[in-house]
């Protein structure tokens, strides 16, 4: 039975920086591509960032948003500094098979959140 399990969520002031953890079992780590999505009140879901054998970035995420895996942990990361109000969404991880992208309807196997709220 494969899960996904974020963490690392919080409470942080604008201009801070929070790193979210997920960790992925019951599936070959390596042969997925992981992906964060986020989504605020009010608003669609939106893709992050991803990674496989490289990394994606969203364009509105470039510079201030990074991931990262670690294989020996099953373990995928989001770094992400100089924090706005405007991030402020729950936080989701996610996996999929052969797909590479943020594309949500392509992931399987989804994460139940980690809350980020970034105050002013």
């Known amino acids: 039975q494969v899960q996904v399990v974020e963490s690392g969520g919080g409470l942080v002031q604008a201009g801070g920086s929070l790193r979210l953890s997920c960790t992925a079992s019951g599936l070959t780590f390596d042969d997925h591509t992981m992906g964060w999505f986020r989504q605020a009140p009010g608003k669609e879901r939106e893709g992050v960032a991803c990674?496989?054998?490289?990394?994606y970035h969203a364009d509105s995420m470039k510079g201030r948003f990074f991931i990262s895996r670690d294989l020996a942990k099953n373990t995928v990361y989001l770094q992400m500094n100089s924090l706005k109000p405007e991030d402020t969404a729950m936080y989701y991880c996610?996996?999929?098979?052969?797909?590479?992208?943020?594309?949500?309807?392509?992931?399987?196997?989804w994460g139940q959140g980690t809350q980020v709220t970034v105050s002013s």
């Open positions: 990674i496989r054998r490289s990394t």
């Open positions: 996610a996996a999929a098979g052969v797909y590479y992208g943020l594309d949500e309807r392509k992931y399987n196997y």
